[in-house]
């Protein structure tokens, strides 16, 4: 099959590279000619584990190309998916769709046969209609069906996630095109991944409920972390003991500093303000999206607190700042407000992380960035961990209490035991568990209810 993709972003290019790789002949258009001489050149303008074999091996096979000249690409294709950005819109929360309609345009000036126009964007519940609106105002002779196709793959692990997922949602009523996206399938469909076919506003609906529900399971378990650390038990135990019910599942139960990235923070702001113009409020994600903006700069404060109240002076090292490891993305990413507060409260900061320095520049000033883990410790009062990367699950703790000033370590994604720490002289920190301390702060107050007065009930 031939497949055109508009946007070589994330999700454009990921999805191109799978494409190819089932065999299908694809090509990823952007307006971005830089971008697109460079993935000509075999260069790959993101960080994403294997990506880059995957686009060298379909390139020089042949079923992967790039261009910017959309009508040449289209000739012969039967689908066109539109995989453009759609960011927050500035004031309002809504979903910019400028790129999603500019694209419409485009496409619809490019059709000479039927074709399957497929919106991979995350796009709010209706927006499969405007697109087919503009395509038949622009071009009112073509011959197209419009789908709604959301991609559901995880930044680091998007190759997996587009070979092998959970499900493929086609939002469709249009017989032509179900024949289209179920051969475009084919090959995951071979591999057990359901497809489930429905109209064109569920599916669009569908990709937000999902991503506002993870966004909803993430901030629980981090509230229930608050309590957990205020009454002695222990959120990673809570976690298991109440994931392991398969009604709850154990996955998104991972307590941390907040949820970050470029689809739960400005997904769940769209759908809030979606569910407010159809005059049906989404309470339970507005309060999910407060709870975690304030989370964010209230680890801050946890970082204090182990540093005895008081930062001011002090040199505090930072591990990790994307808001998750095996990306460079550090688009809403905790470490960012985390930072910043700490700063405000009048710390120095020292930060390393794997792949994201070159994007935190640009968001973080006056951070002395560092050149290794064991480099941005140096001299530290306190060392934070923010991003559970790989490169930090086994540091040698002997050595950092060589090298730092202080003893503390506030483990902001509970990757290690409190004991492995402690052992070496550190007073740890981590989410969501206790020590003997904090256990004894906690005591409940044994109150029995009042008797009641004989003849008194039912007064
Ligand atoms: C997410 C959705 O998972 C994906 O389906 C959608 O298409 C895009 O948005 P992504 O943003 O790449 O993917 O990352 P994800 O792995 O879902 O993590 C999002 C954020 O939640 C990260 O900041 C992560 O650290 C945090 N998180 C996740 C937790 O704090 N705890 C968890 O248990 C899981």
Redesign the pocket.
Known sequence: MRIVLVGAGYVGLVSGACFADFGHVVTCVDNDAAKIDALRAGRIPIYEPGLDELVEKNLAEERLNFSTDLKAAMADAEAVFIAVGTPSRRGDGHADLSHVYTVAREIARSIDDFVVVATKS?VPVGTGDAVERIIRETNPDADFAVVSNP???????AIT?FKRPDRIVIGTDDERARVVMGEVYRPLYLNQAPLLFTARRTSELI?YA??AF??M??TF??EIADLCEATGADVQEVARGIGLDNRIGS??????????????PK?TQALVVTAQDAATPLRLVETTIAVNDTRKRAMARKVTAACGGKVLGKTIAVLGLT??PN?DDMRE??AVSIVRALQDAGARVHAYDPAGMDQARQLLDDVVFAASAYDCAEGADALVIV?EWDAFRALDFKRLAEIMRGRIVVDLRNIYQPEEIERHGFVYASIGRTNAQSRSAYVLRETEAEEVPAGAAGE
């Open positions: 995350t991609e559901f793959l995880r930044e680091g692990a996630d990709k999902a991503n993870l966004a399971k993430i378990i981090n996955k998104f139960l991972h307590a941390g500093p907040g949820y970050g990235g470029s689809c739960f997904d808001f998750k990306t990413a905790p991003t």
